[in-house]
């Protein structure tokens, strides 16, 4: 069976710049969960800041979807990776999609085109990942 990258030009550039905003994302939620600096949170308002502080005090939570973020971005970066990273990464983009959306309007902006870049990679790669679902 051989497998195909659709449209692999416009593919790399979307996947670079999904690898570089979940990389960069994810180191600052990692600096940010470390350093102990996440009282910017607090002026959030509404359901959307309600569900961050949430995340936040599980005290374990936002570290990890840090983590997440940066590694599957970093597995997204390398071409031989890059189909792993989409997958990893693609629970979360929809998460965020969604999120912003219906809780945190006024990130919509941000975490929209998020969760369109992961659906259109996934599409790009479906050929590589058909068998997982056949």
Known sequence: MSYQIKHPT????????????????????LFLALSGGLSDVDQMS???GDFIRAVIKTGYLWPFVGLIKFASGILILI????????MA??????????WTAF???EFALLGIPVMLLSIYLIYAYFDYY???VT
């Open 103 to 105: 809780y945190a309007t």
């Open 46 to 48: 509404g359901p959307g």
């Open 130 to 132: 058909k068998p997982m």
């Open 79 to 86: 071409p031989r990776t890059a189909r792993l990273g989409v």
């Open 89 to 98: 990464s693609f629970p979360f983009a929809i998460n965020i999609g969604l």
């Open 10 to 29: 416009i593919t790399m550039v979307l996947r670079f710049v999904l690898g570089l905003f979940l990389t960069m994302s994810g180191a600052g939620m």
